[in-house]
């Protein structure tokens, strides 16, 4: 008895060691229970949300422990500011209002992602020696008698992503783009809710909020493709992204210079796979959990590696955020309103912030470059040689495989740990290739080799075969699911690594 009441006290607080994930059993046995609670409450709106709310504070604790006293501190302030914006009738202080909103998000940002490299920027400008102090910690410890480290700043889980949700919310009230919410419980519920709270999509308050009030419905087809999704993730994330970078992908990125020309390529092509699966699987799983719940969460992948162009692999790559940097900043800077010049200065700076988004890294910035310096040379393409006829056949295909070694190369400085790693990386696969050596490893890596080739096969089957299959789940009757189901939980058993695997963008 005391051994069941031990486990039960360890899942049932906060452990920095074990976060809450969709790929734990503990978070299916949550989500249990809030179904279970969720049947008593789902016809009425009010006390639905209320639960939600309170269910995803938990759900945030188990991920992030004290941190959730930082969410709460962004729900009250930019509540309230919305407020503000929202009753001012003078438009001096409604703009107050939302910069002090805007000031409010990206301090936060600012502090938790940025203090050491703004500290390591002074100390090489300037030849000091400061160290970065957790003046949060400090004031706690002082305050309530704690014992938190003041010397290491950590991250909050997903504080990016509610962030960016808190300002869509308060710059839509200003541009009378959306309505407010009744109470700040409401927007709570908005600001936090748990499919995507950690690691999105980042949903609009105009997408979202008018779904609040509605009724529940789900039709027997949406729980059909929510299963679907929930599913497909899971596989993604765990029978392919998983299992790539535990068993070859991770290796090689530890330690460029140990491996082959060949096998550095590989592990970059292998990585292109593991990204995309690990953060589209996470949000398969998101929106399919959402849509048992009766809401409806954005899209945010479409076959990005279909792209035939990079234009063309923005609009299917991430769509939640690189919508979010066009609406809110782009558009911002001036958008295309004041000349060539300027429209291609306003890409690259969107783009250049969308890398440093991920972290203050000079890898970060130099993705981010890539792809702005990359946009702009497209969009000239474009101008220069518009497409007369709809592409299709061998010229589809080059283009396609053009963006995607494109966007491949961009993936090394985003995985690498430091620049040094990128110049080893980059120096073995263009002077040590070896290609002596591929046959064996080949032979050597064949099962991992299988499932990135499974993995981009099934990404480049045609949408209308993937239509066809995910139709056909959802058609097929329940117990037929239920089979599919339970295989395809014995089969990520049997894969599953013993070692924790978070999800990779759980640390932006």
């Known amino acids: 008895m005391d051994k069941i009441k031990e486990l039960f006290l360890h899942h049932l607080f906060y452990d920095p060691l074990s976060p809450i994930l969709f790929t734990q059993v503990f978070f299916w046995i949550f989500f249990l229970i809030l179904l279970l609670g969720y049947t008593l409450v789902y016809k009425r709106p009010a006390l639905r949300n209320t639960f939600l709310l309170a269910m995803s504070l938990y759900f945030y604790y188990k991920c992030s422990g004290i941190f959730i006293w930082l969410l709460i501190f962004s729900i009250v302030v930019n509540y309230y500011l919305g407020v503000g914006i929202h009753k001012s009738r003078s438009a001096w202080l409604r703009k107050l209002f939302v910069a002090m909103s805007v000031v409010v998000c990206i301090a936060l940002l600012l502090y938790f992602k940025y203090s050491y490299f703004f500290v390591d920027v002074w100390n090489t400008v300037f030849g000091t020696h400061y160290d970065v102090t957790n003046y949060l ?172 162009s990079l234009v063309d692999f923005w609009r299917r790559w991430h769509i939640s955020l690189s919508s ?78 053009l963006t995607f070694q494109f966007v491949s190369f961009a993936w090394i400085f985003f995985r690498c740990s430091d620049m040094q790693m990128v110049k080893n990386m980059l120096s073995q696969i263009f002077t040590r290739f070896n290609f002596l050596i591929v046959p064996q490893v080949l032979v050597s890596y064949s099962n991992v080799f299988a499932v990135i080739f499974a993995g981009f096969a099934i990404h480049w089957i045609p949408a209308r075969f993937k239509e066809r299959y995910r139709g056909w789940f959802i058609k097929t009757p329940i117990y037929v699911k239920v089979v599919i189901a339970v295989l395809a939980v014995m089969i990520i058993f049997q894969v599953k690594t013993a070692v924790l695997q978070p999800f990779i963008y759980f640390q932006f």
């Open 137 to 308: 910690a400090l004031w706690t410890n002082k305050s309530f008698g704690s014992s938190f480290d003041i010397r290491r700043i950590v991250l909050p889980a997903g504080i990016s992503f509610y962030s960016f949700q808190a300002l869509s919310y308060t710059i839509d009230l200003y541009r009378h783009k959306t309505k407010p919410v009744n109470n700040i419980l409401e927007f709570g519920f908005y600001k936090s809710f748990f499919p995507q709270l950690v690691a999105g999509p980042i949903v609009r308050a105009a997408e979202f909020i008018p779904q609040m009030y509605s009724q529940y419905a789900l039709t027997i087809r949406e729980m059909g493709h929510a299963l679907f999704l929930i599913l497909n993730g899971l596989l993604k994330k765990m029978l392919i992204s998983d299992y790539i970078s535990i068993n070859y992908v991770d290796r090689v990125f530890d330690n460029p210079v140990g491996y082959s020309g060949f096998e550095n390529l590989m592990a970059v092509y292998g990585y292109t796979l593991q990204i995309y699966c690990d953060f589209s699987g996470y949000t398969d799983i998101a929106i399919g959990v959402a849509l048992l719940l009766g809401f409806r969460l954005p899209i945010n992948f479409n076959s990005p590696y279909k792209a035939t």
């Open 324 to 401: 979010w940097l066009r609406d809110y900043l782009y558009i911002s800077l001036g958008g295309n309103r004041a000349g060539k010049f300027r429209t291609n200065l306003n890409l690259i700076i969107t783009m250049l912030i969308g890398g440093l988004w991920h972290g203050a890294n000079l890898r970060f910035a130099i993705w981010g470059g890539l792809h702005g310096v990359g946009l702009v040379v497209n969009k000239w393409w474009e101008k220069r040689f518009p497409l007369t006829v709809p592409l299709f056949g061998y010229r589809k295909i080059a283009l396609q495989l």
